[in-house]
C-alpha cells in the first residue's frame, strides 16, 4: 500500500504562490478540515493568533488523486538551485507526440510567463525542443514538460 504524501513550498507569500500554483497545476484551495466552515475557524478554534493566519497556503487535487500542496511562510529568501523540482506535464508528458506536446509546452510558458513565472532555459532532445525549465515568481525552478 502506497503512503499518501504532499509537497511543501517555503516562501514568503504563501497565499500569491499558492494562486501562481493553482493556475500552473488546476489545482483549488484545500478545504477546511471536517467540522469547520472555513480555515479561519479551524485557525481560531485551534488558537492560532490572527497574526499568524496568513503564514500557509493549501491546495489540493479536484479529484482527490493527487499530492497536496503546501506553502508555508518563512523568513529567509530562496538563495540555491532546487534539488526537488516539479515536472508539470502540461502537454501530456513525454508520452504524448511531440507535434501535439510542444505547442502545448509552448503555450503554457507564455500563460505562467504572464502569471509571474520566468523562463530560465529551454532544453533539446534529439536535436527538438523537450522541456522549459521556469521559475515560479519566488525563484522555484520547474519543468514545463
Not at 1 to 10: H, K, N
Not at 23 to 40: C, D, H, I, N, V
Not at 68 to 73: H, N, Q, R, T, W
Request: proline share 8%; net charge negative.
Amino acid at each position: 500500500m502506497a503512503t499518501r504524501w504532499a509537497l511543501t513550498i517555503d516562501c514568503a507569500h504563501p497565499a500569491e504562490l499558492a494562486a501562481f500554483w493553482a493556475l500552473a497545476t488546476g489545482y483549488t484551495e484545500k478545504p477546511a478540515p471536517a467540522g469547520f466552515g472555513s480555515w479561519e475557524e479551524w485557525l481560531s478554534h485551534h488558537g492560532v493568533p490572527e497574526e499568524e493566519w496568513d503564514e500557509g497556503a493549501y491546495l489540493g487535487d479536484p479529484e482527490g488523486a493527487g499530492p497536496g500542496l503546501s506553502f508555508l511562510k518563512v523568513p529567509e529568501p530562496k538563495v540555491v538551485k532546487n534539488r526537488v523540482h516539479m515536472d508539470v506535464q502540461v502537454g501530456g508528458g513525454r508520452e504524448t507526440p511531440w507535434e501535439v506536446r510542444w505547442p502545448r509546452v509552448v503555450a503554457a510558458v507564455e500563460w505562467l510567463t504572464a502569471a509571474g513565472a520566468t523562463v530560465v532555459r529551454e532544453e533539446d532532445l534529439n536535436g527538438k525542443p523537450d522541456h522549459v525549465v521556469m521559475a515560479d515568481p519566488e525563484g522555484n525552478e520547474f519543468c514545463l514538460v
